[in-house]
């Protein structure tokens, strides 16, 4: 249980354009789902908080309208990276937290999605 | 804010050694503290949950410990393997999303 896919799993784009990345909980149902992004060598930084029916909470620099947050379903949060330049190069990582969970914050993580703009 | 820190930043140990990964975050109302591992291009794989109200988990050579009042928990890998190789990320989180520390990049030597 509580499996979270990205699709897709590697995306190359030419820069000024836009892409769009899925991420699903295939098992359950996420009101809050995350979005992170990991440069070489560092680690995990957030990016925005994914609420279900409401506006995404973004992480100070990061700007949201070069990456625009959808949540609209309980399984179904996505991230576009509007005029994509060759900085925004990265490996992107949603995460879940179980809607039942309960008390526990656990969140699961999907497997990332690469980005490369040449 | 939660701050996550690791040491050491990069380990290489012998196969068969027993070793100590440590984590220290500086908020103690810390409500879970995971233990993932990454491997080289990949995405994260969850290793242990511990949540505030317990002292430790246990997965096979794995033992993850949670001291909230000196804000450190400990990943114990035992009898180590050349498979372990990867780099292990601690990460804390209050009601709010994990933070994540630089992660321990450990490689174990056959």
């Known amino acids: 249980g509580a499996v979270v896919s990205q699709h897709p799993s590697r995306v190359i784009c030419k820069s000024g354009t836009s892409v769009k990345i899925e991420c699903r909980s295939l098992d359950f149902q996420a009101t809050t789902m995350f979005w992170y992004r990991q440069f070489p060598k560092q680690s995990l930084m957030l990016m925005a908080t994914s609420n279900e029916g409401s506006k995404a909470t973004y992480e100070q620099g990061v700007e949201k309208d070069k990456f625009l947050i959808n949540h609209a379903s309980l399984t179904l949060s996505t991230l576009t990276v509007t005029s994509a330049h060759p900085e925004d190069s990265s490996f992107y990582i949603c995460?879940?937290?179980?809607?039942?969970?309960?008390?526990?914050?656990?969140?699961?993580f999907g497997p990332g999605t690469r980005l490369t703009v040449l | 804010k939660q701050e996550v820190t690791q040491i050491p930043a990069a380990l290489s140990v012998p196969e068969g050694e027993n070793l100590v990964l440590n984590c220290s975050f500086t908020?103690?109302?810390?409500?879970?503290l995971q233990w993932f591992r990454q491997d080289p291009g990949k995405g994260l794989t969850s290793l242990l949950l511990i949540q505030s109200s317990q002292r430790e988990q246990t997965s096979g050579r794995l033992n993850a410990s949670l001291d909230k009042s000196s804000g450190r928990s400990t990943l114990y890998i035992a009898a180590s393997q050349p498979g372990d190789s990867a780099t292990y990320l601690c990460a804390g989180s209050g009601n709010t999303p994990l933070v994540f520390g630089k992660g321990t990049r450990l490689s174990v030597i056959a």
């Open positions: 995460s879940a937290r179980d809607r039942l969970a309960g008390g526990s914050n656990e969140q699961f």
């Open positions: 908020d103690s109302a810390i409500y879970n």
